[in-house]
């Protein structure tokens, strides 16, 4: 405990984390105009002409748990950006500051020390989870008002949302750690980090609409295997028709943390710090 300690006291000691709660809020902010738009929109009916072959998970969509589900993890997409520069910067910041000579010096069981950095990221990502859904509860449910939905929050699916919500924070915590511990430079590995969450996720959408005009739909159920779009999977309020099980999306991110994890642990028992 005294080692997860002295990891939050190096991170409230510096500016790191009231910077990352400033970004944090704006972009809060903004997803939850759009999704109070979308709700609306989905709400009301008014789409116009959809697809044939879109129509079921549109049907879907608009089911009164899913649009209740997506405004209740609102912020997820950012929120999950900003807890894996969390775990990135509790690594980097010992080489950015040169105090990590000092750290193993202090505790010389490289271990335990990395353990600490990982509990430590993961409770400033569930700290941030909590402070996002209690936000996303009081909104979420003056929305769903707005657009004579009631809160649902009586409903099972909806509290699994929110659930595997704080599940993807950790997991995105642990992630941002095994990067950190992969790029020494705090530069290199939070725009490495920013690249492959943003471009991942913004790419893998690109190539699997190409894929899927090419050989059938049934290709896109493969975005589960990409960190970022298993994260949104795993927060749908029930089944969305042509997307895998909920339950495959947090399978996917826990295999990610865990290799990303267990890796951290073993380079930095093995590496040279100097």
């Given at each position: 405990?005294?080692?997860?300690?002295?990891?939050?006291?190096?991170?409230?000691?510096?500016?790191?984390?009231?910077?990352?709660?400033?970004?944090?809020?704006?972009?809060?902010?903004?997803?939850?105009?759009?999704?109070?738009?979308?709700?609306?929109?989905?709400?009301?009916?008014?789409?116009?002409?959809?697809?044939?072959?879109?129509?079921?998970?549109?049907?879907?969509?608009?089911?009164?748990?899913?649009?209740?589900?997506?405004?209740?993890?609102?912020?997820?997409?950012?929120?999950?950006?900003?807890?894996?520069?969390?775990?990135?910067?509790?690594?980097?910041?010992?080489?950015?500051?040169?105090?990590?000579?000092?750290?193993?010096?202090?505790?010389?069981?490289?271990?335990?020390?990395?353990?600490?950095?990982?509990?430590?990221?993961?409770?400033?990502?569930?700290?941030?989870?909590?402070?996002?859904?209690?936000?996303?509860?009081?909104?979420?449910?003056?929305?769903?008002?707005?657009?004579?939905?009631?809160?649902?929050l009586g409903?099972?699916?909806?509290?699994?949302?929110?659930?595997?919500?704080?599940?993807?924070?950790?997991?995105?915590?642990?992630?941002?750690?095994?990067?950190?511990?992969?790029?020494?430079?705090?530069?290199?590995?939070?725009?490495?980090?920013?690249?492959?969450?943003?471009?991942?996720?913004?790419?893998?959408?690109?190539?699997?609409?190409?894929?899927?005009?090419?050989?059938?739909?049934?290709?896109n159920k493969?975005?589960?295997?990409?960190?970022?779009?298993?994260?949104?999977?795993?927060?749908?309020?029930?089944?969305?028709?042509?997307?895998p099980p909920?339950?495959?999306?947090?399978?996917?991110?826990?295999?990610?943390?865990?290799?990303?994890?267990?890796?951290?642990?073993?380079?930095?028992?093995?590496?040279?710090?100097?």
């Amino acid at each position: 405990m005294n080692l997860v300690r002295s990891e939050l006291l190096k991170i409230r000691t510096t500016s790191t984390w009231w910077v990352l709660g400033l970004i944090s809020l704006p972009l809060w902010a903004l997803t939850l105009l759009i999704n109070w738009w979308q709700t609306d929109a989905l709400a009301s009916g008014n789409l116009g002409e959809v697809p044939a072959e879109q129509a079921d998970r549109l049907h879907a969509a608009q089911v009164a748990e899913n649009l209740a589900a997506n405004l209740y993890t609102n912020g997820q997409f950012f929120g999950l950006l900003i807890v894996m520069l969390l775990g990135i910067i509790v690594v980097t910041s010992e080489f950015f500051h040169q105090t990590v000579t000092t750290t193993f010096l202090t505790a010389p069981h490289r271990t335990a020390v990395m353990l600490a950095k990982l509990v430590a990221a993961a409770g400033l990502a569930m700290v941030l989870w909590l402070v996002t859904t209690v936000l996303n509860l009081v909104f979420g449910g003056l929305i769903l008002s707005s657009v004579d939905i009631g809160s649902h929050l009586g409903g099972g699916a909806v509290w699994r949302a929110i659930g595997l919500n704080a599940l993807a924070y950790l997991l995105w915590a642990v992630l941002g750690v095994g990067i950190g511990v992969l790029i020494r430079s705090q530069i290199g590995a939070t725009v490495t980090g920013i690249l492959l969450y943003l471009g991942g996720a913004i790419g893998a959408i690109t190539v699997f609409a190409v894929l899927a005009a090419k050989f059938g739909e049934g290709v896109n159920k493969l975005q589960v295997l990409v960190p970022s779009l298993a994260s949104s999977l795993m927060v749908t309020g029930t089944e969305i028709p042509g997307n895998p099980p909920r339950w495959v999306g947090a399978l996917v991110l826990v295999g990610y943390a865990l290799v990303s994890g267990v890796t951290g642990v073993l380079i930095t028992r093995r590496r040279d710090i100097a």
